[in-house]
């Protein structure tokens, strides 16, 4: 078994322009891998458990970094740094339930350098799948976590078709909640998903964690003023206080008048492989009083549906005490 | 009155390491040098059939591979650089491809095919133990130690590997709580030991008896090891990751098939070892003999994931415990049976985890059974307190229920039974140099405030619980026999040769402050001499057991002591009188009654090289070691020569101890705490340097939580995969999971047995953190067992919601 720590040999192009990488992006489709500050890309690479012929490193595109107030809200450059996110005053004055998310991201660190964009589109987490073994996300047919011996702590409690890795990302249960828009191009050009959209769960596309397809790039993520200013709670449980995966996130949003709940949107990450937000939770709390009562009896809603693996059960108690202390706060 | 021993300095190399100028094995370069890379096992066992390597060696750039064929042979399960035949854990080295690049070389073993054949697999010890599992080995699963009678009646000592299996009911006992029902002594490999058994549970008025489990954990040590080494003239000249100087000289040589004296061991730095580095480990034999080979310099350097693999690893133990104290908390009766996962290297700290329970507690009687297990998982080995620490984790809320049952304070429970000067260690019930725990407990109690902590309410205003937790940690801190060296120029500069590794504990520097105190030298007029086997080192023991303090602080005051009757024989050989006359002190030698008759140091150094013979290295004491005595010759003739044996006479053991006192806020619905406060008394006598003394306590202390939280092994029971290869997965503690500021102290009685009354420490930092902190986990969660260490967050968060936190008693799992 090869053990690496230097990258492999693969092309290297280093465009200053989006356009100028969308024209690299179609050319080389899938034989081609962008990277933006690279945190989650040099763990495949380098352990060789995926490969590309050529590396398209887009952070030399200014373009696509920074804070910009639209007429509707704000619109966030892909590659603006987590920490740029963390404290970008807009962001905290308006969005703190995205700063508050990117500030817990892995590592100060890894939040100079890693991305938004590339927060929102890394791979999902199964120690298996990133091992480099042929489990169904990597194009085999079979799964090993999902097993009576499977070590799957970390894994999903829900929509595991197949495959039970888990989204490890903090801002995006915070983009979701915020009813962000993500913004595609293409040589072809703009395309644009809600972020619930953007993410793709095994049964839609069990090779692919994002609807980017290839020769697209994620460029922008816009922020409507739908959300802006409303009562936030994110919170993230993980084994570490810092540079760690959470084991269960929560990101919710609360629109509040006379201490009564006229509208939520609350989404949970780590439990699947993409965001899960809690539609029947948000409907359930609808004009009642934002109190530990209201929370309690939303409770074990939250984790309807839920299946526990072997060794994830504790996720269950942990999402629906999360989802309490969201209601709660 | 001291002048260096107890006070605060900064050691050589501090400037070179906050510059990063300061060099490590990797940082060396050699013109021509090649770079080698390893080709590992993929599976947890198997056997090599083939190995193809034919287009590897075509590739422009490869200059050569290496295998097993190229090393003297190793007699299973001797841990060999490379597999032969057998491979028994992922991550295992089967081949090294030195090319003219690292990108080179790992593209080349890219290009290798390995035949294997599959062999069952075992992740888990009592799995191995039950009838009918699967063995590590294809010889057996334990290694068994052999005496025969042999010729005349010598004993023939060796060792074997034999197939043992418990009967199932000892399984099913050991796994419910019950002991290993139905196994008897043949069932161990360690029985030992002392009291009426009987007579002290019959005694007790409380007695409790838990299942538990420890899990293993990997080293990770910051600097993943690298060697480089190259020959010139016959001598072979390595540079190696270590924590050891000359303790390696020997078996480094004999790895290399070279006389000590061909070798020369270069380590300026070394980036962490933990008990990892302490000798020669198995892949060192590669650079050196790869180099020879192939005429050339060759580094190698392994990756982060290669240190999970070879980089050694704690074992991991499951275990059985039935105390039995009276009512005036006396211990009077512990039953202890550990089954260690000694990983494919076979090594258990059972015997280890023992002695941490009869040195913390004193029982009255004792017994101990223990067995260590092959799996085929990682090597295992020492890590700091092999054996005591993850002891002290587990024990400490079993113990804190023996004390809850009878009523009794936990804290006034442990100091019932401290061990003190007349107290024993392990199953010989050996003596102890010196014993000071029940002064630590009880200013480690002030320090911390525990009665204040103990009359708050539990419930904090935010919802969480206060938990507080108190635990000792152990480990044998003091060595003999060892030789110093030290030379006092021409420059009148005192020269301090010491073999001590350089592994960032900084001891190296803290014990040469022995021989500046004994000759009253100014330390800016002392120089280490380290880091080169050809700068004429002295034979030092090991940088491992926290040993070096009482060790070499013994031998740099004895060479210095030694140096000291030289000047004065010379001053009165030179000046008159009897050597009796004289005494030293500012860098002189003088007449006590006079002291305007004199000379300087450098002026006695000048006169030893004129009279030869022992003055200045021509001849030495009979009884050094073959290391010190080349280092003397190398020497000889320029300066006084101080060299000795430390043969002061000693028995016993020499103890650290250490009792820690912890505060969290726990909160479960998350499984998180907080480290509200943390205080720890050491008993280590005489603090040397007290910084450095500092820093140890509160680096073993971060390493604690991790013990008691974190860290463990995850092997897949499917496959034989290891979960957590990477830094980030394996989870030592960050900044933010440990308290902003923990408070030390030392008890500061000095050992009889040590010339400045120092002893060692390192070691038990971690065990009394993570026993302390385990026991504030059970105390807040009203006294709880969770039986394991670590406690992990989904454990805590099971716990609360009722479901089963500890679904079984199995290691390297979740």
Known sequence: MPSHDVMPNMELYQPVQVEDALQIADRLAERGWLVGGGQDTYGWLKDRAKTADAMIDLSGIEALRGVRETADGIEIGALTTLTEVANNPVIQQRYSLLSKAASVVASPQIRNIGTLGGNVSQDVRCWYYRRGLSCYRAGGNLCYADTPQGMNREHSLFETSRCVAASASDTAPALVALDATMVIRSVTGERTLSAQDYFVGPAIDIENTTALRPGEILTAVRIPATWANADFYFEKVSDRNVWDFSLVNVAAAFKVSGGTISDSRIVCGAVQATPRRLVAVEEAIRGQARSSATAASVATLATTGARALAHNGYKIPLMQNLVKRAITA | ?814
Not at chain 2, 322 to 347: E, Y
Not at chain 2, 496 to 514: D, E, F, K, Q, W
């Open chain 2, 1 to 814: 009155m001291t002048t260096h021993i107890g006070f605060d300095f900064t050691p050589p190399d501090i400037e070179g390491k906050v510059t990063g100028e300061i060099k490590y094995a990797e940082d060396y370069k050699r013109e021509g040098m090649v770079f080698a890379r390893l080709l590992t096992s993929p599976m947890p066992s198997g056997r090599v059939v083939s190995i193809d390597a034919s287009a590897a060696l075509r590739m422009d750039g490869v200059v050569g591979i290496f295998t097993a064929d190229d090393l003297p042979p190793v007699a299973p399960p001797g841990n060999p650089a490379l597999a032969s035949n057998y491979v028994t854990y992922v991550g295992q080295p089967i081949l090294a491809v030195a090319a003219l690049t690292e990108e080179i070389a790992e593209s080349a073993i890219d290009r290798i095919r390995i035949e294997f054949e599959r062999r069952p697999f075992v992740v888990d010890p009592l799995t191995s133990l039950t009838p009918g599992g699967a063995n590590a080995y294809p010889e057996g699963n334990v290694l068994v130690r052999t005496r025969e009678e042999g010729p005349e009646g010598a004993p023939i000592v060796g060792a074997e590997i034999r197939d043992i299996k418990w009967p199932q009911s000892a399984i099913d006992g050991l796994v419910n709580g019950k002991g290993p029902i139905g196994a008897t002594e043949e069932h161990f490999t360690d029985n030992w030991q002392f009291g009426d058994l009987d007579a002290g549970f019959a005694a007790a008025s409380v007695i409790v008896e838990e299942p538990f489990v420890t899990v293993g954990y990997p080293h990770h040590s910051l600097e993943a090891r690298t060697c480089m080494a190259y020959w010139e003239n016959g001598k072979c000249y390595f540079h190696g990751s270590s924590q050891s100087q000359s303790a390696n000289d020997n078996s480094l040589a004999r790895m290399l098939n070279i006389d000590p004296a061909d070798l020369v061991f270069i380590n300026e730095a070394t980036g962490g070892g933990f008990g990892s580095k302490i000798g020669p480990y198995p892949f060192m034999a590669i650079s050196g003999n790869f180099a020879r080979v192939l005429n050339r310099p060759v580094q190698l350097r392994i990756t982060r994931e290669q240190e999970f693999y070879i980089g050694s690893a704690r074992s991991g133990m499951q275990g059985w415990i039935k105390v039995g104290a009276k009512p005036d908390g006396k211990v009077c009766a512990v039953d202890l049976v550990i089954v260690n996962d000694g990983g494919s290297a076979g090594g258990g700290s059972g015997n280890s985890s023992a002695g941490h329970v009869s040195l913390c507690y004193q029982p009255e009687s004792m017994r101990y059974r223990g067995i260590s297990v092959y799996t085929n998982t990682t090597p295992r080995g020492a890590q700091r307190g092999p054996g005591q620490n993850e002891m002290a984790a587990v024990l400490a809320p079993i113990m804190d229920k023996v004390a809850n049952q009878l009523g009794m304070d936990r804290v006034a429970f442990r100091a019932r039974n401290a061990v003190d000067n007349n107290g024993w260690y392990g199953g010989q019930s050996g003596p102890v140099t010196s014993a000071y725990m029940r002064e630590a407990i009880a200013q480690g109690a002030e320090l911390f405030g525990w009665q204040d902590k103990l009359n708050q309410p539990k419930q904090l205003p935010d919802g969480r619980i206060r938990g507080i937790g108190v635990g000792s940690g152990y480990h044998g801190a003091g060595g003999r026999g060892y030789d110093g060296l030290v030379r006092i120029g021409t420059d009148g500069k005192l020269y301090i040769h010491s073999g001590v590794g350089n592994l960032g504990t900084y001891s190296y520097a803290g014990t040469c402050r022995a021989a500046a105190e004994r000759l009253q030298v100014p330390w800016e007029n002392c120089e280490i001499v380290r880091g080169r086997t050809d700068r004429h080192l002295p034979n030092s023991s090991g940088q491992g057991g926290s040993n070096t303090i009482f060790t070499h602080t013994k031998t740099n005051w004895l060479a210095a002591e030694d140096a000291v009757n030289k000047l004065k024989e010379i001053a009165a050989a030179d000046l008159g009188g009897s050597p009796e006359d004289y005494d030293i002190g500012g860098e002189r030698v003088f007449k006590t009654a006079d002291s305007s008759v004199g000379m300087t140091y450098a002026a006695a150094a000048q006169r030893a090289i004129e009279l030869g013979g022992k003055f200045s290295g021509q001849e030495y004491p009979d009884d050094i070691n073959p290391i010190t005595q080349r280092s003397v010759q190398g020497l000889a003739g320029t300066g006084l020569i101080g060299v000795a044996r430390d043969n002061i006479p000693g028995q016993g053991e020499p103890p650290g101890i250490l009792v820690g006192f912890c505060e969290i806020a726990l909160e479960p619905a998350t499984g998180k705490f907080e480290i509200l406060d943390y205080a720890a008394v050491a008993d280590c006598g005489v603090v040397v340097h007290p910084k450095n003394f500092a820093n140890a306590m509160r680096g073993g202390a971060v390493w604690g939580v991790g013990m008691a939280n974190l860290e463990r092994h995850v092997y897949d029971p499917q496959n034989g995969l290891p979960a957590n290869t990477g830094l980030y997965q394996s989870k030592p503690p960050t900044y933010l999971d440990i308290p902003s500021i923990s408070k030390s102290g030392a008890v500061g009685i000095a050992d009889p047995q040590n010339p400045v009354g120092a002893r060692g420490i390192g070691e038990p930092t971690q065990g009394a953190s993570a026993a302390a902190l385990q026991s504030a986990i059970s105390n807040a969660l009203d006294g709880f067992l969770f039986n394991r260490a670590p406690v992990t967050t989904d454990m805590i968060i099971s716990h609360a919601a009722g479901l089963d936190p500890v679904a079984h008693l199995k290691t390297n799992t979740f």
